[in-house]
T-cell receptor, first 113, second 112 residues
Framework: TQLLEQSPQFLSIQEGENLTVYCNSS?????LQWYRQEPGEGPVLLVT?????EVKKLKRLTFQFGDARKDSSLHITAAQPGDTGLYLC?????????????FGRGTQLTVWP | DTGVSQDPRHKITKRGQNVTFRCDPI?????LYWYRQTLGQGPEFLTY????????KSRLLSDRFSAERPKGSFSTLEIQRTEQGDSAMYLC??????????FGPGTRLTVT
């Protein structure tokens, strides 16, 4: 059973398009992280959101944490081929101080030139 | 600036053999985590250390798996009597703040 559901699973778009990927759960998380992973490599941390309703921007990437801290979204403006990768969301258990992260299965994004 | 490093990057072994992986965390991080990732899945938690103490183990960590962090610095993950189902990417992460975990490049294990 996945605690975090990500959608869509695959996304293939042309350079310059905008896109949004979603991360949903029925559980409340104390924080939520977004990572990007390249083939054969470990995930790279993009952002951490902690407060319900929080919005963070990282250049062309906008991350939002839901008011109830159960869901999050990642919006990319004017996608570029360099954005291609597996985008993973991960939540930290609200009731735990140990820091175990629960990951979704990821959204595989391909941006064509 | 050195991030998390893992060794080896790739390991091919025959079923029944033992393997050991090493993780060197970011130097000032006292928390260290092991995860396993199979194709098409996100990473799954295996175990967690704070300094040298192993504080949590997942039910995924069967008796054939053991992890150590003897001096609170590097960690090793050993798999005994490997099985084909152990084939996966083994990821190590470290953190200073528990939820901001920084991952190494992983060790890809193939059991033939």
């Amino acid at each position: 059973t996945q605690l975090l559901e990500q959608s869509p699973q695959f996304l293939s778009i042309q350079e310059g398009e905008n896109l949004t990927v979603y991360c949903n759960s029925s559980s409340v998380f104390s924080s939520l992280q977004w990572y990007r992973q390249e083939p054969g490599e470990g995930p790279v941390l993009l952002v951490t959101v902690v407060t319900g309703g929080e919005v963070k921007k990282l250049k062309r990437l906008t991350f939002q944490f839901g008011d109830a801290r159960k869901d999050s979204s990642l919006h990319i403006t004017a996608a570029q081929p360099g954005d291609t990768g597996l985008y993973l969301c991960a939540g930290a258990d609200r009731g735990s101080t140990l820091g175990r992260l629960y990951f979704g299965r990821g959204t595989q994004l391909t941006v064509w030139p | 600036d050195t991030g998390v490093s893992q060794d080896p990057r790739h390991k091919i072994t025959k079923r029944g053999q033992n393997v050991t992986f090493r993780c060197d965390p970011i130097s000032e991080h006292n928390r260290l985590y092991w995860y396993r990732q199979t194709l098409g899945q996100g990473p799954e938690f295996l175990t967690y250390f704070q300094n040298e103490a192993q504080l949590e183990k997942s039910r995924l960590l069967s008796d054939r798996f053991s992890a150590e962090r003897p001096k609170g610095s590097f960690s090793t993950l050993e798999i005994q009597r490997t099985e084909q189902g152990d084939s996966a990417m083994y990821l190590c992460a470290s953190s200073h703040i528990s939820y901001e975990q920084y991952f190494g490049p992983g060790t890809r294990l193939t059991v033939t």
